[in-house]
């Protein structure tokens, strides 16, 4: 099944879904391997796994951290795969792939998305490349069934989202605001005035992150938008009270 | 260009899409003001009154006699206000914030240069300035710190990654695309996602448009050879532009090479097989990364070249055999430096002093009857720390022993 199917079959049984966003390697595969399944035995609905990155141009400081903590420990883009491939195995729920365009440039752009659709990874998301110089990429993910996620932010035209929207597929991820990830977004009355626009300009199921992190923020966005994501809170979590807060954690957000 | 931002196979503009209507309206405002002459003439007014311009192009002839080839013509950037070609590109880009109606500029820096002639500019033209600069940078150059303080920018040491360049630059397109509405990301060199580096190069290129009339006027023909350093680009495509379109003229660009091209302790992207393309900070080119897509660590003396990236730009005029690129080891460079100084009682700054050290190598074999430039880029006595640990000069570090001790004992008393 595609993501976008998969999504909105779990649209029917729930008025909002979860997705939450791990940084692979950080501070290990084995910690991964344990806060996924805490996400999942909990509730969480879709997972995407950020394979790291040398120069996360548009991530904040705790995704910025994690990802030079991973490449420190010596993990391999290789590795993430294989992880990936795991996760895709063990559980039933979608997972992606978040990162950023030279990692999978450099592994090669037919051989990623190969790779992805034989191991079961639904989509990807790549902050850093606009549709317009992506061509090959979202034929790349076309082709192997493979959804490539695009991103509305508050500075996007009507135009603009309706210009992403014809090639994105999954869903739409919305920025909730202005910056980088991590910290706390204003879910006020112009917030509710984009997202109307985002629902305007598709018929794709709509993620809402950037500062999503807690129980009030995830009831605001109910009959908003269809997916919560929460990205850093997360991450901050593992770091403070370790993998076992996870679980409660996740399990009191709806 | 074409319209997705791309020189050949390189450059493009992969930015996250926060910034896409920026760059749109970027995009074409930079495009009124190439078709508008009017903007041009008041860059050059500008330049010619605020800085130095045009700048001087010196016939070395001690240097000259020293070799005993070729010409040797140094084209006389350091003596732009701030002691470098950097204030070119910078005042391009604040009147360019004006006609936007922009009320805030951020930059990155390496060396400082860059840093401080943002924030030269942010002080005339009334606009609040952030400079962001790699830690490991602040601590090399301090002096440039205390100066753009001084104009009252805000300084930030990035504390992420390699704490040099390439991370300052990942910082400030972190704070433009939280403050995207009233902020100016004034880039500092021809690289990064389009408009930037035609831009750059395109403010730039008043260093060549000046050099090709006064190299006809004092030695009556084109030289032979161009030299330029190349970190990110800037200097060298000023310096090149004009003479791209004059085949007969053949164009070097130096590349840092740290302690050597078999270190690994370099910053040479293009004269040797070490880099691969890639993608980051927003544009293709040629980068100094792993097989992973993970960027590598780098070494120059010169803060200003240490960087992973080079212009699109370049590596499209490399790919097309239009540029030749040779690389100046770090001992190299001391070596032209104190050359330099010593002949001319001239002091090139350790960036530029990679161009010296190139051409210093060749121009012996070149006849006497023809002419070489050198791009002289910046001024190395505003760099006394750095230069004067790098010759590791025993009298300078007695005094700052005595300097150091004196401030510590004011601070007890």
């Known amino acids: ?254 | 260009m074409d319209t997705n931002g791309f020189f050949g196979n390189w450059g493009g503009a992969y930015i996250p899409e926060v910034l896409y209507q920026t760059f749109l309206e970027l995009r074409e405002e930079y495009a009124r003001c190439r078709k508008d002459p009017a903007f041009w003439q008041e860059y050059i007014e500008l330049m010619e009154t605020y800085s130095c311009r045009p700048t001087p192009l010196t016939h070395a002839k001690n240097l000259t006699k020293h070799f005993g080839g070729a010409q040797i013509y140094i084209k006389r950037e350091d003596l732009n206000h701030t002691g470098a070609h950097k204030a070119n590109n910078v005042m391009g880009q604040g009147l360019l914030v004006k006609r936007m109606g922009k009320k805030r500029v951020i930059a990155e820096t390496g060396a400082g240069q860059h840093g401080m002639a943002t924030a030269t500019m942010a002080a005339k033209f009334g606009l609040d300035c952030t400079i962001y600069m790699g830690e490991e940078d602040v601590l090399r150059q301090r002096p440039n710190v205390f100066w753009m303080e001084k104009m009252g920018a805000t300084v930030v040491p990035v504390q992420d990654g390699s704490r040099t360049l390439k991370d300052a630059i990942n910082e400030a397109f972190r704070d433009w695309v939280t403050n995207v509405d009233d902020t100016h990301y004034v880039f500092g060199t021809a690289c990064g996602p389009a408009p930037f580096p035609e831009m750059v190069a395109w403010f730039q290129s008043i260093i060549s448009i000046e050099a090709h009339k006064q190299i006809l006027n004092y030695h009556g023909k084109l030289p032979a050879r161009v030299y330029a350093c190349v970190g990110g680009g800037s200097n060298a495509m000023g310096v090149f532009k004009r003479f791209l379109e004059e085949d007969e003229v053949e164009l070097v660009g130096v590349e840092a090479g740290g302690y050597g091209a078999d270190s690994g302790a370099h910053a040479i992207r293009l004269s040797s097989d070490d880099a691969s393309a890639g993608v980051a900070q927003g544009y293709k080119t040629m980068f100094l990364q792993d097989d992973d897509g993970q960027m590598k660590q780098t070494h120059s003396v010169a803060a200003g070249l240490d960087y992973v990236g080079v212009s699109p730009i370049l590596t499209d005029l490399w790919e097309k055999k239009l540029v030749r690129f040779e690389s100046a080891t770090d001992d190299e460079v001391m070596t032209a430096l104190d050359l330099t100084m010593k002949k001319e009682g001239i002091i090139p700054a350790l960036e530029s002093s990679h161009a010296f050290a190139g051409a210093f190598r060749e121009v012996g074999s070149l006849s006497t009857e023809e002419a070489i430039i050198i791009n002289q880029s910046g001024r190395g006595d505003k760099d006394i720390f750095t230069i004067a640990h790098a010759f590791d000069d025993p009298s300078w570090k007695e005094f700052i022993i005595e300097r150091g001790k004196e401030y510590s004992n004011t601070d007890k008393q």
């Not at chain 1, 030079?68 to 491939?85: H, N, P, R």
């Not at chain 1, 109910?222 to 996740?250: H, Y």
Request: net charge negative.
């Open chain 1, 1 to 254: 099944m595609q993501l976008e199917e998969q999504l909105r079959s779990k649209m029917q049984e729930k008025d909002i879904l979860l997705m939450t966003h791990i940084v692979l390697g950080y501070p290990s595969l084995e910690v991964n391997r344990e806060v996924i399944r805490q996400m999942v035995e909990n509730g969480v609905d879709c997972i995407e796994m950020q394979i790291p990155f040398s120069e996360p141009m548009a991530d904040g400081p705790v995704i910025l951290k994690a990802n030079q903590e991973a490449l420190a420990t010596g993990i391999s883009v290789k590795d993430c795969l294989i992880f990936g491939a795991e996760m895709a195995a063990t559980f039933d729920i979608p997972f992606l792939y978040m990162t950023y365009y030279n990692i999978i440039y450099k592994y090669g752009e037919e051989s990623f998305f190969k790779n992805a659709a034989k191991t079961g990874i639904k989509g990807v998301i790549v902050p850093d490349l606009p549709p317009e110089i992506g061509q090959s990429f979202l034929e790349y993910a076309d082709n192997n069934h493979v959804a490539p996620v695009l991103i509305f932010t508050p500075t996007s035209t009507d135009e603009r989202m309706r210009e992403l929207a014809r090639h994105g597929r999954g869903f739409i991820y919305c920025v909730a605001r202005r910056g980088v990830t991590g910290k706390k977004s204003e879910l006020n009355e112009d917030f509710h005035q984009y997202l109307s626009r985002c629902q305007a300009a598709t018929s794709l199921p709509l993620a809402v992150g950037f500062g999503i992190q807690d129980r009030d923020d995830i009831e605001a966005l109910k009959g908003r938008a269809d997916i919560a994501v929460i990205g850093s809170r997360t991450i901050k979590l593992v770091e403070a009270e370790g993998a076992a807060a996870v679980g409660p954690f996740i399990a009191g957000l709806r």
